[in-house]
């Protein structure tokens, strides 16, 4: 006989002015133009449900879901998606003066990234609600984790990438069967593209303007206190592009202390962005709520080259609440450690994922770090989905027959 099935969602909330909306219907932005989120009764959760009940559901994010929105079992999509392992980085941590670094390694999920999870439940939640058409503008693996999760739901999917996204994230999307576009542009470009497919009837999934990826993105907060065995680390550290992420761990960590699951000091949150494209830093620095675009963003970590977020707000307030911080770094340096993390513990991270990793060596020698603290850092996905940057250098070649040298 199945386990019982059932979600404690009873509405959506205005981020900025606190209306309240009905959940039962598709929704995309308050009135006001500021993102959605579920609600939940968490006291009926914490009189049905007990972190040990946890233990005996299988290893995927919807062992989570009295906290997720999907209130059918027949409607949750899945690809396998879900508890991606923590593992030490102690001899690379070592180096940097950070001994117990720690990385949640999401490039191990389907897609090869955490994308998947915010498409997981965003894709179930728009089948659960009669949505049979999305869309969204994507820097790549947003977009390929979308069309497989709409593909396994018998929903069509039209997706919109700059023309930098890279190449095998094009290639997953259109095998999954996305009506896929290249702008000649930036992700801003490819926004206004998928905005006239909106206008034609397609819903739009594009970042937290619908509210369901942040619910997605949340199990990541919600993995990371149970496999520390319900505690929480000391900090935190996202690569943050639009934000969803770092949001949603910052909602999964109110919603586990409001359960009484998770006690003690919040964990600093930190937010790392690329020099070339860094607007949340800058208004991090600056004491802003908000962060005006960027002019000009670049740089080859994709992920994060994201000029201006509909969330900020909510991502500054997750970072001032918890006494968290937020970092900027080079591409080179962002390279120096996506190759010093490889070659001292066998792991590729993405390059969004090393920028966290190259944020840890300056937090430590800035001294914001101790080097006392437990860090856990989020690899986003699987380097291997990236194309070598440009001037990589290449191996020597030997003609067959050929002997080593020195």
């Known amino acids: 006989m199945p386990e019982p099935w059932h979600s404690a969602l009873t509405h959506l909330e205005c981020a900025r002015c606190g209306i309240r909306h009905d959940a039962s219907v598709p929704q995309n932005l308050c009135a006001c133009g500021s993102p959605l989120l579920a609600r939940y009764d968490l006291e009926r959760v914490g009189a049905t449900v007990a972190p040990a009940d946890l233990a005996e559901r299988g290893q995927d994010l919807w062992r989570y879901r009295e906290l997720l929105p999907v209130a059918g079992r027949e409607n949750a999509i899945t690809l396998g ?6 593992l030490p980085l102690a001899r690379y941590g070592h180096g940097i003066g950070v001994p117990g670094l720690l990385v949640k390694d999401e490039g191990l999920l389907p897609t090869g990234s955490f994308k998947a999870r915010g498409a997981a439940v965003g894709v179930s939640r728009a089948r659960e609600l009669g949505i049979e058409a999305i869309t969204m503008p994507t820097n790549g693996n947003a977009g390929a984790a979308w069309a497989a ?8 999917s039209l997706v919109v990438m700059p023309e930098d996204a890279p190449r095998i994230t094009r290639m997953e999307s259109a095998l999954a069967g996305a009506r896929l576009y290249v702008v000649d542009g930036l992700i801003g ?17 594009a970042t937290l303007r619908e509210p369901y990826r942040v619910e997605g993105k949340k199990t990541m907060g919600l993995e990371i206190v149970e496999q520390l065995g319900w505690r929480a680390p000391d900090v ?6 639009g934000g969803v992420g770092l949001i949603g761990i910052h909602k999964a960590l109110e919603e586990l202390r409001a359960l009484g699951w998770l006690t003690g000091p919040a964990p600093r949150l930190v937010v790392v962005q690329a020099a070339g494209c860094a607007p949340l830093v800058r208004a991090f620095e600056a004491g802003s709520s908000t962060a005006p675009p960027w002019p000009d963003p670049r740089t080859f970590a994709y992920g994060v080259n994201v000029a201006s977020t ?5 991502v500054l307030d997750a970072v001032r609440s918890t006494g968290g911080t937020a970092v900027a770094v080079a591409d080179e340096d962002i390279l ?29 020698e800035s001294g914001w770090l101790t080097g006392e603290e437990e860090v856990v850092v989020l690899n986003t996905g699987s380097g291997l989905k990236y194309p070598p940057p440009a001037g990589s250098p290449e191996p020597p070649h030997l003609a067959p027959g050929a002997t080593l040298p020195d």
């Open 189 to 205: 470009d490819a926004g206004a593209i998928a905005a006239q497919a909106v206008a034609d009837g397609w819903f739009s999934t």
């Open 310 to 314: 509909l969330g900020d707000f909510l």
């Open 81 to 86: 998606e879900g508890m991606t392992p923590i």
């Open 236 to 241: 935190i550290v996202y690569p943050t592009g």
């Open 336 to 364: 120096a450690a996506q190759a010093a993390c490889a070659a001292a513990e066998g792991l590729v991270t993405c390059p969004e994922g090393a920028a966290t990793l190259a944020a840890v060596a300056r937090l430590r």
């Open 149 to 156: 999760y709409a593909a396994r739901a018998g929903l069509r």
